[in-house]
């Protein structure tokens, strides 16, 4: 997420810009103190962490300034009737908290393994929870690190301790999804912090298999001669390996904190129809199946995870991958289904120059929220990401609560 490389796909193909109506109530219900408030429905933020996107604002930075830096975004959550913060707690096979398997996180301090004398995701859990806020712990699976030097990372590090687990790939490095014990690795890694601490879901972003880089071969090929013999192709294995790790994932957790749900937040393009009849009609250069070796669909269909976030970073209209046409798709997959739909929203692109003339205008993301609210399947909206909650540059987040969340909301359960 942040500054990485699904950016990069939502910028590709032209735009056009349509009109939607104007913005809908929200139904109301009654709340405990009898006082009229909005039914429950998502309204979360990504805190990102990683290359320090949104927090801490630089690494550093004394334990005191970041735990107010930190609650500063717990704050505004709460101020702009958000219910729910996804925050990165593993952006690079790090931690965030003090974890007996991974070092800590160089976005910290500056220097990886370095304890920042404080416990960031312990901290968060009880000041959002404090707040009346659900803090869900966001994790990266595979990402490594964002170069590609072995020699960079801490030296107890599980990736120089196991070097046969590490591909390098698109000048990044990656655990290897195909090897069982590197799944059973960053499974235990991440049911640490499920373990210690109450957090109210798991959340995975889009990086599975890494998006494709033009020119360069994800290097498994010893790892599909010993376990894909049973599979017709790479791309199956490839898929198995991930439907593994999420089936896995959703077990642990349910063994460790039942309580706890385990949601993903995927690309938003399964599939396109040109490619297979039952995906959306989109153009998108990058589809989650094919290139990621996410099944996205079926994690939905089966019930193997608890909620989908769809990255539907795309205006409406847009003509590679129109957002009204996406979310009329996610819609009917997740229809008649236990796996609860929200949809992603790229807040991040409200104002910012190069992109669309649609987002330039501060009410395309309050339309986005209108349109989706026509499809009772819906059931909220994740913002990318803090800081632009923070800054809100045109005032496109400030519409969205003066449009949509004029009362405060109960996250679903």
Do not use: C
Not at 64 to 89: G, K, P
Not at 380 to 396: L, T
């Amino acid at each position: 997420m942040g500054q990485l490389s699904r950016r990069a796909f939502s910028l590709a193909a032209l735009s056009t810009l349509a009109t939607a109506p104007g913005a809908a109530a929200v139904p109301l219900t009654e709340g405990p103190d009898h006082r009229p408030r909005a039914s429950a429905e998502m309204r979360g933020v990504w805190l990102a962490t990683v290359a320090n996107r949104d927090w801490p604002s630089r690494p550093g930075l004394p334990a005191a300034d970041q735990r107010v830096e930190l609650t500063a975004h717990l704050d505004r959550a709460v101020r702009d009737r958000l219910n729910t913060v996804m925050f990165q707690v593993r952006p690079t096979a790090d931690a965030l908290w003090p974890s007996p398997y991974e070092p800590w996180s160089e976005y910290l301090t500056g220097t990886q393994g370095q304890d920042p004398g404080w416990d960031p995701l312990g901290t968060a859990v009880r000041e959002a929870h404090a707040r009346g806020l659900e803090l869900h712990a966001w994790f990266n699976p595979y990402r490594i690190a964002n170069h590609t030097d072995p020699g960079r990372l801490v030296p107890s590090h599980p990736a120089r301790r196991h070097p046969d687990w590490v591909v390098p790939y698109g000048g990044k490095l990656y655990y290897n999804p195909g090897l069982p014990e590197v799944r059973a690795f960053v499974q235990r890694a991440m049911l640490d912090a499920v373990a210690a601490y109450p957090v109210d879901a798991v959340h995975f972003d889009d990086y599975f298999y890494p998006y494709p880089v033009a020119g360069q071969t994800f290097g498994d090929d010893d790892a599909y001669d010993r376990y894909g013999g049973a599979f017709g192709s790479r791309a199956d294995w490839r898929r198995d390996n991930i439907n593994r790790l999420v089936q896995e994932m959703a077990a642990g957790i349910k063994r460790v904190r039942p309580a706890t749900r385990f949601g993903i937040s995927p690309f938003g393009v399964w599939r396109n129809a040109s490619t297979d009849p039952r995906g959306s009609d989109t153009q998108a250069g990058a589809q989650t199946y094919d290139d990621l070796y996410a099944d996205t669909r079926e994690w939905v269909r089966e019930r193997w995870i608890d909620y989908i976030v769809p990255q539907i970073y795309w205006n409406i209209g847009f003509a590679a991958a129109d957002y009204a046409k996406l979310v009329d798709w996610w819609a009917s997959v997740a229809q008649g289904t236990r796996t609860r739909l929200y949809i992603g929203e790229a807040l991040y692109k409200a104002g910012t120059a190069g992109q669309p003339s649609a987002w330039q205008d501060p009410v395309e993301l309050s339309r986005h929220l209108t349109l989706a609210a026509r499809y009772p399947q819906v059931r909220g909206h994740v913002f990318f990401a803090a800081k632009d909650v923070a800054a809100d540059p045109i005032g496109a987040m400030a519409r969205v609560v003066a449009d949509h969340y004029g009362r405060s909301a109960r996250p679903p359960r």
